[in-house]
């Protein structure tokens, strides 16, 4: 993977932190312990540009480290969806 240019977008952030953009995204929204852009800028209709710093990322990677789930997908035990044949 190329060096990071900083300032990056939750994107690029949410990429070198190992996670999908959207998991980032519903963090933010959702859980307040969750480290957050040095630059956020409401930009309207529920929409915020943010900007990641170096150190922003590597406090996002430490915070993944800690909370993310073993593996893809649903935890262990969970019921699994049916596949489409299943439910015909």
């Given at each position: 993977m190329a060096m990071a240019?900083?300032?990056v977008s939750t994107q690029r952030a949410a990429e070198i932190a190992g996670i999908h953009r959207g998991t980032l995204q519903r963090?933010?929204?959702?859980r307040p312990e969750c480290p957050r852009a040095s630059?956020?800028?409401p930009l309207g209709g529920g929409?915020?540009?943010r900007r990641w710093s170096?150190?922003?990322v590597a406090k996002l990677k430490a915070y993944v480290n800690?909370?993310?789930l073993e593996g893809p997908g649903r935890p262990?035990?969970?019921k699994s969806r049916k596949s489409r044949a299943e439910r015909l």
């Amino acid at each position: 993977m190329a060096m990071a240019k900083y300032p990056v977008s939750t994107q690029r952030a949410a990429e070198i932190a190992g996670i999908h953009r959207g998991t980032l995204q519903r963090w933010l929204r959702k859980r307040p312990e969750c480290p957050r852009a040095s630059v956020e800028v409401p930009l309207g209709g529920g929409l915020t540009l943010r900007r990641w710093s170096a150190e922003d990322v590597a406090k996002l990677k430490a915070y993944v480290n800690e909370h993310k789930l073993e593996g893809p997908g649903r935890p262990a035990g969970s019921k699994s969806r049916k596949s489409r044949a299943e439910r015909l």
